[in-house]
């Protein structure tokens, strides 16, 4: 039997309790990259550490909103050119076949994180979706996070 391997996914398995404070919120100030793929003057990209495909990103305004009607002008026209941005990456990076894009807006529409608006990217191939997660609840990501954050930062140079 194969077996696969991706300990970074347990907490979220076994539904342990984040971090004290707004993941976003955080990462804007923290001098390590970590994660985030890169920032510009209102938003921050960064990966999913429990991504539904490899490649899923995060982007959201820097500033601490709950809600699309909070954006100001200059920061939705931002969050959009970090969002092709984001996208021509995993383009180059990943070469997906297509994406899923959207926002999870309160917790019953499947937000995670409800304090803090964001916006997903989700890279998709043909045949992505497998017998795994329905028999095992069990979804397979093909690289390390730390690695993908790499590739996908030096794809910006």
């Excluded at 608006?117 to 989700?122: D, P, R, S």
């Excluded at 045949?127 to 795994?132: A, K, L, Q, V």
């Amino acid at each position: 039997m194969d077996k696969l391997w991706a300990p970074w996914r347990i907490n979220y398995i076994n539904g342990k309790k984040r971090g004290k404070g707004c993941i976003f919120c955080c990462a804007k100030k923290s001098t390590s990259k970590d994660y985030v793929i890169f920032k510009s003057k209102f938003t921050i990209v960064m990966l999913n550490i429990y991504p539904y495909n490899n490649g899923h990103l995060l982007i959201s305004p820097l500033r601490h909103i709950r809600d699309i009607s909070q954006l100001r002008q200059e920061e939705v026209l931002d969050l959009f050119r970090c969002l092709n941005k984001a996208k021509a990456l995993l383009q180059k990076v990943l070469r997906p076949e297509g994406y899923n894009i959207g926002f999870n807006l309160t917790r019953t529409a499947g937000a995670g994180i409800t304090g803090h608006l964001h916006l997903h990217i989700v890279p998709r191939w043909t045949g992505d979706t497998n017998f795994m997660p329905v028999i095992s609840n069990t979804k397979i990501i093909s690289q390390s996070l730390n690695e993908l954050a790499g590739c996908l930062r030096n794809a910006d140079k």
